[in-house]
C-alpha cells in the first residue's frame, strides 16, 4: 500500500513539474482556442504578440509620407443584382480598417470597432505574398537557382515526407500535392492541429517533414494548402543562410518606407509563422500593394524585380482541384474577369487588392467570423468584396491630384 501510495505521490509530483515547465505553452494554447470569440477577435487581431511567441521586425531608411486627399467612399454597388450599401457591407464584414489609394495618394482612410492608425493587424494568408516577393529577389541575387529546382535541395530535412519530389515552382502554386485538410472549422483539420502546435511551442519544419499521404501528383492540380509556403520558407533560409525575418528586414522591410517596427509570430525554433504571422499597420499594407502596383519599384529603385511582380501576380497554376473560380499565381490570387488585378487575401476578410491599370490599391483588414460562411453570400464573401473593390475603384477613376 506504501508503494502504491509513493508511486502516486511520484506521479503527482511529476505531473507537477511538467506542468510548470510548460506553463507558458499551455497558457498560449489557452489563448488560441479563444482566438476568435466572438468577444474577443478584434483585439486579438491587433495584439497577436500577445498570444503567439514574436520576433520584431524593425524599420529603418526614410519612411514613406503620404499625400493624403481624404474623399467619401461611394454609397452603393451592384451585386448579383441588387444594390448593395457600402457601409452596411463594411459593418456586416466586421471591418477595422480601410484605406483607399489612387495614384500613391490616400483618397479614403478609416479603422473602425474601436481600433486605430496604429494597430499592428495580423495578416494571416496575406503573409504568403509577402513570402512570394522574398522568392523573387533571392531568384535575382543567384540564391535560388530556379524554380524547377526540387525543394528537397535546399531542405533534405523534407526527404520522405510529400514535398520529396515537389519543386518550388509546385508550392509556389499550392500544387505540392500534399493531402492537406485547410478547414478551419474542423476542430481535427491539418491546419488546426498545425496552429495548436505553432501555440505550443512546435516546429513548423517538424510539422511539415511529417505530411506523409500524398492526394495526386506535384504540379497536377492545385489544392490550396498553407503548410506549403512554409515549405517556401525553409528553402529560403537554406538558400539566403539567414532567418526569413532577418531575409524581411534586409530586403524589404527597411527599404519600401514602412512607417512603423512590425512582427512575425515565430514557433517554438524561432522561425517565422510564414504563412500567416507577419503584423503590420494598415498603411503599410497598402504601401506593400503600392510597391506591387509600381512593379516593385519605390521611385528609382527597383525593391521587387519587375518581371517576377509580372510573373508572380499572374494567373499560372493548374486548374483547382475543388473548382476554385479564382485564379492563383505564386501566392498572389486574381479575381474572375480580370483586367490585370490582383490581390492577397487572408482568412476572416484581409485584403490588399491592386489594380495597375486604375492606379488603385485598397487595403482592408476585417476581423469578419462569417468569412467562410458562402452559403449566406451569392457566389461568397470574396466575391462580393471583390465588386465593392471594383465599384470603389471606377468611383474614384475620375479623381485627379489637384
Not at 185 to 211: C, E, Q, T
Request: with cysteine.
Amino acid at each position: 500500500m506504501k508503494l502504491f501510495i509513493y508511486g502516486l505521490i511520484g506521479l503527482l509530483v511529476l505531473a507537477i513539474l511538467v506542468i510548470a515547465i510548460k506553463w507558458k505553452d499551455i497558457g498560449r494554447l489557452l489563448k488560441v482556442n479563444s482566438l476568435f470569440d466572438e468577444d474577443k477577435i478584434v483585439h486579438n487581431f491587433s495584439n497577436m504578440k500577445d498570444l503567439l511567441l514574436a520576433d520584431k521586425l524593425p524599420i529603418s531608411g526614410t519612411k514613406h509620407i503620404w499625400p493624403a486627399v481624404l474623399q467619401p467612399l461611394p454609397e452603393t454597388f451592384e451585386y448579383s443584382g441588387q444594390t448593395l450599401n457600402i457601409e452596411d457591407i463594411l459593418k456586416e464584414t466586421k471591418t477595422t480598417a480601410l484605406i483607399v489609394v489612387k495614384d500613391g495618394v490616400i483618397l479614403f482612410e478609416d479603422y473602425y470597432l474601436g481600433t486605430g492608425i496604429d494597430d499592428k493587424r495580423i495578416s494571416w494568408s496575406i503573409s504568403k505574398s509577402f513570402v512570394s516577393s522574398l522568392v523573387g529577389i533571392a531568384l535575382k541575387d543567384g540564391d535560388i537557382k530556379s524554380l524547377d529546382d526540387q525543394v528537397t535541395d535546399y531542405a533534405p530535412s523534407l526527404k520522405g515526407s510529400v514535398y520529396e519530389g515537389a519543386t518550388l515552382r509546385n508550392v509556389l502554386h499550392m500544387a505540392s500535392g500534399a493531402k492537406f485538410n485547410e478547414d478551419y472549422l474542423d476542430k481535427n483539420s491539418d491546419i488546426n492541429k498545425m496552429g495548436r502546435a505553432l501555440a505550443m511551442g512546435g516546429s513548423l519544419d517538424d510539422f511539415a517533414a511529417n505530411v506523409k499521404t500524398r492526394a495526386r501528383a506535384p504540379g497536377a492540380a492545385r489544392q490550396y494548402c498553407s503548410i506549403d509556403t512554409h515549405v517556401i520558407s525553409m528553402v529560403l533560409r537554406a538558400a539566403t543562410g539567414a532567418t526569413l525575418q532577418d531575409y524581411f528586414v534586409a530586403n524589404l522591410w527597411s527599404k519600401i518606407g514602412a512607417g512603423a517596427d512590425a512582427y512575425y509570430t515565430t514557433d517554438g525554433d524561432g522561425n517565422a509563422f510564414a504563412l500567416g504571422g507577419l503584423n503590420i499597420r494598415t498603411r503599410d499594407y497598402a504601401l506593400f500593394g503600392e510597391l506591387m502596383r509600381n512593379k516593385g519599384f519605390r521611385g528609382n529603385v527597383e525593391i521587387i524585380p519587375a518581371a517576377w511582380v509580372s510573373e508572380s501576380t499572374a494567373n499560372t497554376a493548374p486548374i483547382d482541384i475543388e473548382g476554385n473560380p479564382l485564379g492563383y499565381g505564386y501566392q498572389w490570387w486574381t479575381p474572375e474577369r480580370s483586367d490585370g488585378e490582383f490581390f492577397a487575401i487572408g482568412i476572416y476578410g484581409q485584403y490588399i487588392y491592386v489594380n495597375p491599370k486604375a492606379g488603385v490599391v485598397i487595403a482592408k483588414n476585417s476581423a469578419h467570423r462569417e468569412f467562410m460562411a458562402v452559403d449566406k453570400v451569392p457566389a461568397g464573401h470574396i466575391a462580393r468584396n471583390m465588386e465593392m473593390f471594383r465599384s470603389i475603384t471606377e468611383h474614384f477613376s475620375d479623381w485627379q491630384r489637384k
